[in-house]
């Protein structure tokens, strides 16, 4: 049987194949969301072999919309944002700043001939990669460009981070341990059973782009607030099944000349991103200078990425890993909230 000849199953095992090992490999490896990786390129491994179309049910979709949504609702403490306190106007400046920033660096990557307004903003947006990722296509921008540009900058925020650490501040090793936690108990279950099932309910009856990502993450921080499931988290398997159903999702849309543009792009996007980290930085010194806290804790608060690598970082060195994560979980809720408003501001400008 000829690669044109590929029956739907023949598909459907080797974008399973695929993901499976490769995700096992990146998690080996300690890549961020290696399960996204693993079935984006699971994806376009049928994609750009055959030309037999394999798509997933639009329900399917919806659901790890919906469980990315919870998994990132399930991490906003609102007693940790609220002990921001009297630091939330100087944090408000730097979040609005952090957000400029990635604006300036998606209009220039927009300046790109294959790339527009709307694919570059969303594609330079500073947090909530997996949300971003989840909700690209329902506002409009391509897809494929806002999962690599986004997670490229993961990778360069966690090369760096360690790097501009050590050679920076000098911080001693070992104060403390990060752990995110593997929820897999039933009270976690109810919980995402309970977000999921409400939250894709409202989201129907709302209906405004993103809702599918944004009102179960509201169901579930509304859950989380009542205390009666404890301090609940996605089960692990329900986060991979979701970042695998995304992943595959935009890798089935890649082409050979969407692939091409892409890696045409990629020197550019490359140099964009380390201005844009650099400048993120600057953002830090700001909000040191505008607060009592100190320079290593401010740097680590406002990281364009890599969450969870940022709060080990801040355990392991003695920062303040309370504060890292409610200005982190700040600007992923301000940009997650007003992403509709601002792909609909970006799809109303004069231009391209």
Do not use: C, K
Request: charge should be positive; glycine fraction near 10%.
């Amino acid at each position: 049987m000829t690669e044109r000849d590929r029956t739907p199953l023949r598909a459907a095992v080797l974008v399973l194949g695929i993901t499976l090992v490769l995700s096992v490999l990146l998690s080996w490896a300690h890549v961020p969301s290696a399960v996204l990786f693993g079935s984006l390129v699971g994806g376009m491994a049928h994609a750009l072999t055959s030309p037999r179309v394999l798509a997933l049910p639009p329900w399917a979709f919806r659901g790890a919309q919906g469980l990315v949504g919870i998994t990132i609702g399930s991490l906003v403490s609102l007693a940790t944002l609220a002990s921001l306190g009297p630091a939330l106007l100087p944090i408000v400046v730097v979040t609005l700043g952090t957000v400029a920033i990635s604006l300036v660096a998606g209009r220039l990557l927009a300046l790109h001939g294959e790339v527009s307004r709307v694919t570059g903003a969303f594609a330079m947006i500073a947090g909530g990669a997996s949300g971003v990722v989840a909700v690209a296509r329902d506002l409009g921008a391509d897809d494929r460009v806002v999962t690599v540009v986004q997670y490229l900058r993961v990778f360069v925020v966690l090369v760096t981070m360690p790097l501009v650490t050590a050679a920076v501040f000098h911080p001693d090793h070992g104060l403390g341990r990060y752990t995110a936690g593997d929820a897999s108990g039933r009270a976690d279950l109810a919980f995402t059973a309970v977000a999921l099932v409400v939250g894709l309910l409202l989201a129907r009856v709302v209906r405004f782009s993103t809702a599918t990502l944004l009102v179960p993450l509201t169901v579930a921080v509304a859950l989380g607030a009542t205390g009666w499931f404890g301090e609940p988290m996605v089960p692990t398997v329900l986060q991979w099944l979701a970042y695998g159903l995304i992943g595959v999702q935009v890798g089935l849309r890649f082409t050979r000349a969407s692939l091409a543009s892409i890696a045409r792009l990629l020197p550019v996007v490359l140099l964009i991103i380390v201005a844009m980290v650099a400048a993120t930085a600057l953002m830090g010194a700001v909000l040191a200078w505008l607060t009592p806290v100190d320079g290593l804790t401010a740097y680590l608060a406002t990281t364009p990425g890599g969450l969870f690598a940022v709060l080990a970082t801040a355990a392991d060195s003695g920062s303040d890993v309370t504060y890292v994560m409610a200005v982190q979980l700040f600007r992923l809720v301000v940009i997650l909230a007003f992403t509709p408003l601002l792909a609909r501001w970006l799809r109303g400008r004069p231009g391209r």
